[in-house]
């Protein structure tokens, strides 16, 4: 398996909903990253976990809360976004840090 | 802090011809420099990377880049292309030391006519 698996691929949500993002690989990955992009644009990094604890916030607003439950899961969780929160959430993992990343196809996402 | 450039957000080729999408970076210290390939609907995908030794590096889809250290560029090069490559590609640069965080380019939209 050399996937990183993604759901839902779409979400609509309202303003005051909670959600949360879904991602898993089974490659043994020890570092898992959370993107976003928003279109026509580059990905930006949001969050880096690596053995499972988080390594990098990039001062991301607290709506957004990731959780690394085990080392083939990660989470996003959603709550009281903003419309401008809309875009391609991605997830990524890689072997360790600063290894190859592989990219999942994302949540396509879109506040209301 | 580092950076990336590519100076081109458009690219349209005809099917057949050879394409080269350019990518300058910005560093101080050495830098591992990466190329991602993005389909439509789709996350990203590596086609190839320098981190250090010859500087053309050959990657998939019959694409290669050339790392030059005096131009900091790192441009991507393919002989002959097909309606399949249609995509938009990204470089992106991250440090040996820092390497979690990768930076990536604005983008450059390859269109390919037939």
């Known amino acids: 398996d050399t996937e990183v698996t993604q759901t839902p691929k779409h979400l609509v949500m309202g303003m005051t909903n909670k959600k949360s993002l879904k991602c898993e690989q089974h490659?043994?990955?020890?570092?898992m990253y959370w993107y976003k992009q928003k279109a026509k644009k580059p990905p930006e990094l949001m969050f880096v976990?690596?053995?499972?604890?988080?390594?990098i916030n990039e001062s991301v607003p607290s709506r957004f809360s990731p959780e690394c439950p085990n080392s083939s899961l990660l989470n996003l969780h959603l709550h009281a976004l903003q419309p401008e929160d809309s875009a391609l959430y991605l997830c990524?993992?890689?072997?360790?840090?600063?290894?190859?990343?592989?990219f999942g196809s994302g949540t396509q996402l879109s506040v209301l | 802090a580092q950076s990336v450039t590519q100076l081109d957000s458009q690219v349209p080729v005809f099917e057949e011809a050879p394409v080269e999408l350019r990518c300058n970076y910005s560093?101080?210290?050495?830098?591992?420099l990466f190329w991602y390939v993005q389909y439509p609907n789709q996350g990203l995908q590596l086609l190839l990377k320098?981190?250090?030794?010859?500087?053309l590096v050959k990657g998939i889809n019959g694409f290669e880049a050339e790392f030059n250290k005096s131009q900091t560029s790192f441009h991507l090069r393919k002989p002959s292309v097909h309606i399949s490559d249609t995509a938009e590609y990204f470089c992106?640069?991250?440090?040996?030391?820092?390497?979690?965080?990768?930076?990536f380019g604005q983008g450059t939209r390859l269109t390919i006519n037939p």
């Open positions: 990524a993992s890689s072997t360790t840090l600063g290894e190859k990343l592989f």
């Open positions: 490659m043994g990955h020890r570092a």
């Open positions: 976990y690596s053995y499972e604890k988080l390594s």
């Open positions: 560093s101080s210290v050495s830098v591992y």
């Open positions: 320098y981190l250090s030794g010859s500087t």
């Open positions: 992106a640069v991250s440090y040996p030391q820092g390497a979690q965080k990768l930076v």
